[in-house]
């Protein structure tokens, strides 16, 4: 019986941080994979916005015209390029990429996009909240070093 009961402590004392480390781990890791992940969505949806944004271009200022674009154009393909550039911040910064892509996302499809322009605005705004989301837990689980 005393070996059994030395043998649960010894577990508990050594098993106890090992199972911390590896709960610690764990999140890590699934917060690295999140992170990751949400990053890949936002290429997605950079590679989506900008093939139309690319489509656009070609529609309104490769094509010959006799005249040039009303002012509107520009000003919705310039806020399309910042929704495009806010995209692209977001993978490196992720809280000013919210920041950006969620104002340039609501100026942009919300006189544009009519009914839709809300399903717009979350399928864009989405995968950069997971990023910062997902960010933010990784950051929540780094060991904190203690002084001895």
């Not at 402590?9 to 690295?32: I, P, T, Y």
């Not at 919300?110 to 989405?126: E, N, Q, R």
């Amino acid at each position: 019986m005393v070996g059994n009961d030395l043998s649960i402590h010894a577990l508990d004392f050594a098993g106890g941080s090992l199972l911390r480390d590896m709960n610690q781990n764990a999140k890590n890791l699934v917060a690295l994979t999140g992170i990751w992940a949400a990053r890949a969505l936002v290429m997605g949806v950079f590679l989506l916005w900008g093939a139309f944004f690319v489509e656009h271009m070609q529609e309104w200022f490769v094509v010959p015209r006799p005249q040039s674009p009303p002012f509107k154009v520009y000003v919705f393909q310039s806020l399309h390029l910042l929704l495009l550039l806010g995209l692209l911040a977001s993978l490196r910064w992720a809280r000013v990429g919210l920041a950006w892509v969620t104002i340039a996302a609501c100026a942009f499809f919300l006189p544009v996009a009519g009914v839709k322009a809300l399903g717009f605005v979350v399928l864009t705004i989405s995968p950069v909240l997971l990023v910062v989301v997902f960010d933010r837990i990784r950051k929540a689980n780094k060991p904190t070093t203690q002084i001895a």
